[in-house]
């Protein structure tokens, strides 16, 4: 996505607003000095038009999802091991609403669950699942919009760029797992 593209404010636009995720610009009000979204969930918010400029960005493209497949397809990032600090760099990752933040967010959280399954390594504490199930439902909206879909298919989609991931570090060489591994914790 292009950022140096003026984000248009129009009726009827998409537009992604951070932590809340994809609306719709349901009005303008007031010779356009404020804007009305209407997020699928029923929530209605009315920003003034410069903050709208500065708080809202325009919904992914294709391309843009090119590189959301990538993030997810990826291992895990090396991460903070002190939870809080891990919880906060989380929460400001999607209070930015950057979509390739969001998709980094899930796709740790995704390796901290499979973990939690397997009952190996750290587990996530309940406000980190909590920021990465918003984070998924965020992501699956958005990818959903982008293409039309539902958001339950939407969100297999997800899965299945995680699970490929995660199924690729599963059946690595173990002197490769090994290398990531160091990696990981050399950060």
């Known amino acids: 996505m292009d950022e140096h593209i003026p984000l248009r404010l129009a009726v009827g636009d998409l537009v992604v607003y951070g932590f809340h995720g994809v609306a719709l610009i349901a009005a303008s009000?007031?010779?356009a000095e404020s804007v009305v979204l209407e997020f699928a969930?029923?929530?209605r918010v009315?920003?003034?038009?410069?903050?709208?400029?500065?708080?809202l960005r325009s919904l992914a493209d294709e391309s843009d999802l090119a590189r959301v497949e990538e993030?997810?397809?990826?291992?895990e990032s090396a991460?903070?091991?002190q939870w809080t600090k891990r919880f906060r760099a989380t929460r400001e990752k999607l209070i930015a609403g950057q979509l390739t933040g969001v998709a980094e967010v899930v796709r740790d959280g995704a390796h901290r669950?499979?973990?939690r399954a397997l009952r190996s390594?750290?587990?996530p504490s309940a406000a980190e699942r909590e920021l990465y199930l918003r984070a998924?439902?965020?992501l699956a909206e958005e990818v959903g919009a982008v293409r039309g879909i539902d958001l339950p298919t939407a969100d297999d989609w997800i899965t299945a760029q995680i699970d490929a991931a995660i199924e690729a570090q599963a059946n690595e060489p173990p002197s490769i797992a090994s290398q990531r591994r160091r990696r990981q914790t050399d950060g």
């Open 29 to 31: 009000e007031g010779d």
């Open 41 to 43: 969930s029923g929530l």
């Open 46 to 55: 009315t920003l003034p038009s410069a903050r709208a400029r500065e708080s």
């Open 71 to 75: 993030t997810l397809g990826a291992g």
């Open 79 to 81: 991460s903070e091991a």
């Open 113 to 115: 669950e499979h973990r």
């Open 121 to 123: 390594g750290p587990m």
């Open 136 to 138: 998924r439902r965020l």
